[in-house]
């Protein structure tokens, strides 16, 4: 699966948008690019996914470049439960079940 | 929907004892996860299951570790001994393979504590 780069953290004021960067310029043609979050003491969420086209959901929107090389998640009106680790995952879609591996992520801290 | 569920939510032991943790996974979905998460390594997958047969151990740290699903709405995940390396919040999460990309949903952890 493709690597992916993420900043370590960000601040984002409530009620703006949020707009979190994701790197994975090794990414394969087949793989999809996903995006969890975790809140404090909570299992991981998932918030969505995409392969090429654009996507959006009741929880955000996904921006992906025509290259494929870097998407964006944005997070349209940002809440303070909006705080949580985002993790951005580039994989492919296995028969035989496909794991998450998951880096670092960005810690997204919403403020008043 | 129940989601996934996990027992127990916190489990406190002491080094050499027997820990199980269990899960069950989200009605009709045919793959199960088992992750550990700790500060130092962060998220990591150890188990998963398609039709309740394990595909993919290779994260399991050691032989103190196993894990079953007898059926399709039930897994454990079983430590014996534990040590105190062994703390972490334990996850199980379920998907249906087959249906689009296969999202996980995670059920909410259960925090091991090894004295």
């Known amino acids: 699966d493709a690597k992916t780069t993420q900043p370590t953290s960000m601040d984002c004021a409530e009620g703006r948008a949020a707009n979190l960067p994701c790197n994975h310029s090794?990414?394969?043609?087949?793989?999809?690019v996903y995006w969890y979050r975790q809140i404090h003491s909570q299992g991981p969420q998932y918030i969505i996914h995409?392969?090429?086209n654009n996507e959006t959901n009741e929880m955000a929107s996904l921006i992906i470049t025509e290259d494929r090389k870097s998407s964006t998640l944005i997070l349209p009106h940002a809440t303070l439960r909006d705080t949580a680790v985002y993790y951005c995952?580039?994989?492919?879609?296995?028969?035989?079940?496909?794991?998450?591996?998951f880096g670092g992520g960005t810690r997204v801290l919403v403020k008043p | 929907d129940a989601g996934v569920i996990q027992s127990p939510r916190h489990e406190v032991t002491e080094m050499g004892q027997e820990v199980t943790l269990r899960c069950k996974p989200i009605?009709?979905?045919?793959?199960l996860f088992w992750y550990r998460q700790t500060m130092m390594r962060g998220l990591e997958l150890l188990i998963y299951?398609?039709?309740?047969?394990?595909?993919?151990d290779s994260g399991m740290p050691e032989d103190r570790f196993s894990a079953k699903m007898p059926n399709a709405s039930f897994s454990t995940l079983k430590i014996q001994p534990s040590e105190p390396r062994d703390s972490a919040v334990y996850f199980c999460?379920?998907?249906?393979?087959?249906?689009?990309?296969?999202?996980?949903?995670f059920g909410p952890g259960t925090r091991l504590t090894v004295l």
């Open positions: 999460a379920s998907s249906l393979l087959g249906q689009g990309a296969d999202t996980q949903y």
């Open positions: 090794t990414i394969s043609g087949n793989e999809y």
């Open positions: 995409g392969l090429k």
């Open positions: 995952i580039v994989r492919v879609h296995r028969a035989a079940g496909n794991k998450l591996t």
């Open positions: 009605s009709g979905h045919n793959s």
């Open positions: 299951f398609n039709n309740n047969v394990p595909i993919d």
